[in-house]
C-alpha cells in the first residue's frame, strides 16, 4: 500500500479514481535553433495535411464536448470547436510550412502554435469581447499542438466517472473549467497551503492535498483514498479506508447546515462571517446562515478592466452585497490590487519584487483619487442599503497610514474605518495602528507570507508558509493584546477579527479566539464546521490552547498538539 | 462576381453567437465566399468561413458589410447569407 504525504488544505475522506491533469504545452522550437530537424521524406504539403487532420480532430472533439454541454458552455464549446479547423488558421499556419516563408520552413507544431499567436495578438489589439477570447484561440492551438504530438489535450480531462484530480498545481484559470460535480478531490504535487489549488478546493468544498510529491506521476485509473484533513494520499486502499469514506459522506451532510448564531461552549459569542466577491456570492453566504460579511473584495468590480470602473458602476455593485444582509455587518475592504492582481491602470508590471512593491492601499500614492472614488461609492451604496458598512484598507504598515486612510473615510462620510493587517510592522505596532481607526482585520494569507519571507504560491516553501507557523500566532496575538490596549485607554472597542484562510480551518479557529480575535471571516462552505469544532469548547479551553500552539517549536508541533486536545476534530473528519 | 451589402442586425454585432451561426452557414456551401465592411477594396476581403477572420472584422450593429462569391448558384448562396447576417440571433 503505497502513500503520499502533503499538506492538507481542504478536509473530507473520500475515494475514487485518479485522473491526471495533462503537462502544460511546451512551445514548439522556431527554426534555426537547432532543435528542428525537418526530416528529408516529410514534404509541406504532407505536413500540411498533418496539421487540418489535426484541426478536423480537435473540432470533432470540441464538438462532441458541446454536444454533452448546456448553456453558456455550450455556446463557448461550439465557438471554439469552429475556430479549431478555422479556414484562416489552418492557411496561414500551412503558409509557414515553406521554405520561403519568413524565417524559413517550420514544422507543423510550430506553424499552427505561430500562426495561433498571430491571431491572438490580432483579437488583443481589438480589446474588448474580441480581447477575450484570447484565451479561447490560445486553448485551441495547445490542442491542436498537443493532437500534433500524439499527447493528450490540456485542461481538466473530460471524464464519465467522478475523480480524483491530480496535477503539479492548478491555475486560475482551471477553475473555470472545473466542474464540482465530476471533480471528487484535488491533490497536487507542488502549490502550497495558499496557491490557487488551495483557496479553489475550499470555495467548492472539495477535499484537497497539496505539495504532496510523486501524487503527479499516479497512473490514471488508479484507485486512491485522500484524506484532506490528515493531508495523506493512499494508493489501493483496504477496507478500513473504504469505510472512512463512507463514513465521511454521511458525516458530510450534517456538517452541510451553519445555524445562523455561532456560539461556543461556554455561551460566549463569536460571529461568523464570510468572505465574498460579488452580490451572487453575497447571497449565497447569507443562505448559509453567514452573520455578516467579513471580507467584501472590491477587486471583482475592478479586474479584467482596462480603466477605472465608474461611481455609479461601483455603487451597483457593492449595493448588491449590501442588499444580501439588511441590519447585518458588511466589511469592505478597498481596492487590493498589485502582486498576483495586477490592474493595467494602477499597478506597475515591471517591479522586481511585487510582493513588496506599490500594492494594496499604497496604489493610492502612485495614483491619487482612486480611492476617494471608490469611497464615495461605497458611501452611496450604504446610504441606500440597510446593511452596516466598515471599511478596511490592504497593506496598511503604520499608524500615520492608518490615520490618512481613515480621513478619507470621514470625507466620504463613512463612520467605521480600519485597517487590514498582513505587514508585520501592522501587527507590531497595533496598539498606535488602531488609535487612529475603529478596527482591525487580519489577512493571515500575507501576514504569513511576509513573516516568513516565503511567496505563498511557491510549493517548496510550503511548510514555512503555514498559518500554524508559532511566529505568525505571536503577530496575531501582538495584534489582539494592542487593540485591548487601546480599547481599554480610550474607552472604545477595537475589534480585532480575521479574515484569511486560517479563519477556515476549524482548529486554527480555536486558537485564534483563544488569542483575543472577536470575529472569523471564511469562505461560506467552511462556516458549520468552524462553528461545529467552537460549540465544544469555553473560551478558557481556547486560551489554554493558544498558549499551547505559541509555545510549540513548529508549525507543525502546534497544530498536532492543538489537535490532540480536539476530539471532536477527528469525530467529525476535519 | 456576384455581390451583396447587408446591414448586421444582431445587437452584439458580428460576433460570438451570430458570427458562428454565420461562419458555420458560409463553410457549409461549396463556394469561396468573402466578406468586407462596406467602401473597403475587394482585396481586403476576408474568408466568410472564418470565424476568426470575421471577430476581426469587428462589425458592430448597424454596419454594412459586402459579401462577394464567384460560380454557379453564387446568387442563390449570398441571398441566403444576406438572410442570416440581417437577422437579430439575440432576440431569437
Known amino acids: 500500500m ?145 493532437e500534433l504530438r500524439g499527447l493528450p489535450a490540456p485542461g481538466i480531462p473530460a471524464s464519465d466517472v467522478p475523480f480524483i484530480l491530480a496535477a503539479e498545481d492548478l491555475a486560475p484559470a482551471d477553475t473555470a473549467t472545473l466542474d464540482p460535480a465530476k471533480v471528487i478531490a484535488l491533490i497536487t504535487s507542488s502549490g502550497g497551503p495558499q496557491s490557487h489549488t488551495a483557496i479553489l478546493a475550499r470555495a467548492l468544498g472539495l477535499p484537497a492535498v497539496v505539495a504532496a510529491q510523486g501524487v503527479d506521476d499516479i497512473a490514471d485509473g488508479t484507485e486512491v483514498y485522500v484524506d484532506g484533513a490528515a493531508g495523506a494520499i493512499t494508493v489501493d486502499p483496504g477496507e478500513d479506508l473504504r469505510l472512512a469514506a463512507k463514513a465521511w459522506a454521511t458525516q458530510a451532510s450534517t456538517l452541510a447546515a451553519f445555524s445562523g448564531t455561532n456560539v461556543m461552549a461556554d455561551g460566549f459569542r463569536v460571529p461568523l462571517l464570510a468572505n465574498v466577491g460579488t452580490g451572487a456570492d453575497a447571497v449565497k453566504a447569507a443562505d448559509a446562515g453567514a452573520e455578516g460579511v467579513g471580507l467584501l473584495r472590491t477587486e471583482f468590480c475592478f479586474l479584467d478592466r482596462d480603466d477605472e470602473p465608474t461611481v455609479e458602476e461601483q455603487i451597483a455593485a457593492y449595493g448588491a452585497v449590501f442588499a444580501a444582509f439588511p441590519g447585518k455587518k458588511v466589511v469592505v475592504r478597498t481596492l487590493d490590487a498589485g502582486a498576483d492582481k495586477p490592474l493595467p491602470f494602477l499597478t506597475n508590471a515591471d517591479e522586481p519584487n511585487p510582493a513588496l512593491g506599490v500594492r494594496g492601499y499604497r496604489t493610492d500614492l502612485t495614483s491619487p483619487g482612486v480611492l476617494e472614488r471608490q469611497l464615495e461609492a461605497i458611501a452611496a451604496a450604504e446610504a441606500a442599503n440597510r446593511a452596516e458598512v466598515w471599511v478596511m484598507a490592504p497593506m496598511i504598515s503604520t499608524a500615520d497610514e492608518a490615520a490618512h486612510f481613515a480621513s478619507l473615510c470621514a470625507a466620504a462620510g463613512l463612520t467605521t474605518p480600519g485597517v487590514m493587517v498582513e505587514v508585520p510592522s501592522a501587527a507590531l505596532t497595533a496598539a498606535t495602528v488602531l488609535r487612529e481607526v475603529g478596527f482591525a482585520s487580519l489577512g493571515t494569507n500575507d501576514l504569513t507570507q511576509y513573516a516568513m519571507a516565503a511567496d505563498r504560491q511557491l510549493g517548496p516553501l510550503a511548510t514555512l508558509n503555514d498559518p500554524w507557523q508559532p511566529a505568525m500566532l505571536q503577530l496575531v496575538k501582538l495584534t489582539a493584546d494592542g487593540a485591548a490596549l487601546v480599547s481599554g485607554a480610550t474607552g472604545t472597542a477595537k475589534p480585532v477579527g480575521v479574515c484569511g484562510e486560517a479563519a477556515a480551518d476549524p482548529a486554527l479557529a480555536v486558537v485564534l479566539v483563544g488569542l483575543g480575535v472577536a470575529t472569523l471571516s471564511m469562505s461560506a462552505r467552511a462556516l458549520a464546521a468552524v462553528a461545529a469544532v467552537l460549540a465544544t469548547v469555553t473560551v478558557a479551553q481556547a486560551q489554554q490552547l493558544a498558549a499551547t500552539a505559541l509555545a510549540a517549536p513548529s508549525a507543525a508541533a502546534a497544530r498536532a498538539a492543538v489537535r490532540a486536545e480536539l476530539p471532536i476534530l477527528d469525530e467529525l473528519g476535519l | 462576381m456576384s455581390e451583396r451589402t447587408a446591414t448586421i442586425a444582431s445587437r452584439v454585432g458580428l460576433h460570438a453567437r451570430p458570427a458562428a451561426i454565420f461562419a458555420e452557414a458560409a463553410g457549409e456551401l461549396d463556394l469561396e465566399i468573402t466578406i468586407a465592411r462596406d467602401g473597403e477594396p475587394a482585396d481586403d476581403a476576408m474568408d466568410a468561413a472564418s470565424i476568426l477572420s470575421l471577430m476581426s472584422l469587428g462589425a458592430a450593429f448597424g454596419d454594412v458589410v459586402v459579401l462577394r462569391a464567384e460560380g454557379a448558384g453564387a446568387d442563390q448562396a449570398l441571398d441566403s447569407l444576406v438572410k442570416i447576417l440581417e437577422t437579430d440571433h439575440d432576440a431569437e
Open chain 1, 2 to 146: 503505497q502513500t503520499f504525504s502533503g499538506v492538507g488544505v481542504a478536509p473530507g475522506r473520500v475515494l475514487g479514481p485518479v485522473r491526471q491533469m495533462p503537462k502544460p504545452v511546451q512551445e514548439p522550437a522556431a527554426p534555426l535553433q537547432g532543435a528542428v530537424n525537418i526530416p528529408a521524406d516529410v514534404t509541406v504539403e504532407s505536413q500540411g495535411q498533418r496539421i487540418k487532420d489535426a484541426a478536423k480532430a480537435v473540432q470533432t472533439e470540441l464538438r462532441a464536448r458541446a454536444d454533452s454541454a448546456s448553456g453558456e458552455g455550450k455556446e463557448v464549446l461550439e465557438a471554439t470547436a469552429l475556430m479549431a479547423a478555422d479556414p484562416m488558421l489552418v492557411k496561414s499556419a500551412i503558409k509557414l510550412l515553406s521554405p520561403e516563408a519568413p524565417g524559413g520552413a517550420r514544422t507543423a507544431e510550430r506553424a499552427i502554435w505561430e500562426a495561433g499567436g498571430s491571431v491572438a495578438e490580432t483579437l488583443k489589439a481589438l480589446g474588448g469581447y474580441m480581447a477575450e477570447r484570447v484565451a479561447d484561440v490560445l486553448d485551441v492551438r495547445a490542442r491542436i499542438v498537443s
